[in-house]
């Protein structure tokens, strides 16, 4: 098992400088995960932005719009750039809803699920190598932690994409 970086938290983890440690943490940890994805992304001429909507909609095949709206809590602008430049990529497809078809369910097209796969691969190794050296404990602790984070509103939202992972 690896040896941390850091001492244990203290009994007081409340106190200033243990949540700094835990939000250098958090920056720090995001941003290396997500660096080994970004030379795939800037092959195609794009960015993290992208890759969060590719992301979800591999994750909820239809998913509409307004739901990738508020799972990626961005505007209609910022998705909207992001869809059309995935949809020229010849990476996402919209189709009209079945009830309503004035709603767009969004969908990778098999080149999306290749690439999107290819992405995920990168995460997982990166991911699934900080889980092995934490062990099973830590990665409960740790999800514990992030779901923490998740105010109540958006935890059906994420309970949802669990119920997909069984």
Not at 73 to 89: D, H, M, N, P, Y
Not at 101 to 111: D, I, V, Y
């Amino acid at each position: 098992m690896a040896v941390p970086s850091s001492p244990p938290a203290s009994p007081l983890f409340l106190r200033e400088h243990e949540v700094r440690r835990g939000v250098e943490l958090l920056f720090f940890g995001y941003t290396r995960l997500t660096r080994s994805i970004d030379e795939g992304l800037n092959e195609h001429g794009l960015g993290r932005a992208h890759h969060r909507a590719l992301y979800f909609i591999a994750r909820q095949p239809d998913l509409t719009i307004s739901e990738l709206l508020r799972i990626l809590a961005i505007t209609k602008q910022s998705l909207g750039r992001v869809l059309t430049e995935l949809g020229e990529r010849g990476l996402v497809e919209t189709r009209p809803g079945v009830i309503d078809r004035r709603q767009k369910l969004l969908r990778l097209t098999e080149q999306g699920k290749a690439f999107e796969a290819q992405l995920f691969v990168a995460l997982r190794t990166s991911l699934a190598a900080a889980y092995a050296a934490a062990g099973q404990e830590s990665v409960t602790g740790f999800w514990r932690v992030l779901e923490g984070l998740i105010p109540d509103e958006d935890r059906a939202m994420v309970a949802a994409l669990q119920k997909d992972m069984r």
